[in-house]
């Protein structure tokens, strides 16, 4: 095949290094299946390893980005053929193995989902793991017993990409939403507009410090970690749950197990990467049945693929919102 462009990382005397180049197809994974990059995205983790942040990339050099949606070229899997329109989040991309941040990528077709109905690959793309991410949230909260009689779910990092999907997927599933962000004033219309029927600010979670607080939503999806996690967690109803699965707030718990004994409530870890193929598919069939494809364009913008660090550095410093789209194919 010829050469394609895409993002690598490579470990330096200063540290790790993403840089764009023209790449051959003998440094990829000898995996069972081949991938013609239509789209990937950029989540927090991509973010981190293309500002040259340690921590993600475990092996170097390594093409970066957990997400891609394509069109598969050929396979020995059984499940797939040329063709294909295929989409995979997380399952090593990006950390252990090559990722989608390229043109071409070569993976597990163990892991591989087809893009459902109703979306087109660009709106796969829009999802990618953020989305995939907040379905499998949904789905835990509700294995747990959450249901929209039960009252209010509090999703925090509202104006990122799991939290924009989370409160989308909640408001269409029925459950009234309340949209924790640091920007209110800024966001408080878009994400009225998502479905959220109240919004708070962050610091109304990060200011207390007591651990058990007024008892305000039944469940708690949650996209930052730190001090808003235990600000979410001391506002939980009696046998309420959470989901969690972010830290930029921090990697530290601030919290204390009074939540837990006095309340009987529940905290659920969402792991993206090491999904098994039978919960990807219900992720899924949980993103095709409540969200319109209309409104995820209205929390997509879409790059090229050399534009891809630019749009990561805005991502950490917070200044965006929504999901970013990376074109493949797009020229600059």
Request: hydrophobic share 40%.
């Given at each position: 095949m010829t050469p394609f462009n895409g993002w690598i990382v490579r470990d330096t005397a200063d540290g790790?290094?993403?840089?764009?180049?023209?790449?051959?197809?003998?440094?990829?994974?000898?995996?069972?299946?081949?991938?013609?990059?239509?789209?990937?995205?950029?989540?927090?983790?991509?973010?981190?390893?293309?500002?040259?942040?340690?921590?993600?990339?475990?092996?170097?050099?390594?093409?970066?980005?957990i997400d891609v949606t394509g069109e598969v070229l050929a396979s020995r899997h059984p499940r797939w053929r040329e063709g294909d329109l295929v989409t995979l989040d997380g399952a090593g991309l990006g950390e252990e193995l090559h990722g989608g941040l390229a043109g071409l990528a070569v993976v597990n077709g163990d892991d591989l989902v087809r893009v459902p109905d109703p979306f087109s690959p660009r709106q796969a793309a829009a999802i990618g793991t953020a989305g995939f991410t907040a379905a499998l949230s949904l789905l835990a909260l509700e294995r747990h017993g959450a249901a929209p009689e039960n009252g209010p779910v509090l999703v925090t990092g509202s104006g990122g990409g799991v939290g924009s999907i989370a409160v989308a997927l909640l408001a269409a599933a029925g459950y009234e939403v309340i949209a924790a962000?640091?920007?209110?004033?800024?966001?408080?219309?878009?994400?009225?507009?998502?479905?959220a029927a109240r919004i708070v600010d962050r610091a109304e979670l990060t200011s207390s410090k007591r651990p058990l607080g007024k008892q305000r939503w039944a469940g708690v999806i949650d996209a930052a970690g730190g001090s808003v996690l235990a600000g979410a967690l001391a506002g939980l109803q009696h046998s309420g749950v959470a989901t969690?699965?972010?830290?930029?707030?921090?990697t530290e718990y601030p919290g204390n197990v009074l939540?837990?004994?006095?309340?009987?409530?529940?905290?659920?870890?969402?792991?993206?990467?090491?999904?098994?193929?039978?919960?990807?598919?219900?992720?899924?069939?949980?993103?095709?049945?409540?969200?319109?494809?209309?409104?995820l364009d209205t929390l997509t913008r879409t790059v090229p693929l050399s534009h891809a660090q630019e749009a990561a550095a805005e991502l950490l410093a917070g200044s965006g919102t929504g999901r970013i789209v990376v074109d493949a194919a797009q020229r600059d």
């Open positions: 790790p290094r993403a840089t764009f180049e023209q790449l051959g197809t003998e440094m990829l994974d000898d995996l069972d299946t081949s991938v013609r990059v239509h789209y990937s995205s950029i989540n927090y983790k991509d973010a981190l390893a293309l500002q040259g942040r340690p921590g993600v990339v475990r092996r170097h050099p390594l093409v970066a980005g962000t640091g920007r209110p004033d800024a966001l408080g219309g878009h994400l009225t507009a998502l479905g969690t699965c972010g830290l930029a707030a921090g939540p837990f004994i006095l309340r009987g409530i529940s905290l659920v870890g969402i792991d993206s990467v090491r999904t098994p193929v039978s919960r990807r598919e219900a992720a899924w069939r949980c993103l095709a049945r409540h969200l319109r494809p209309a409104l």
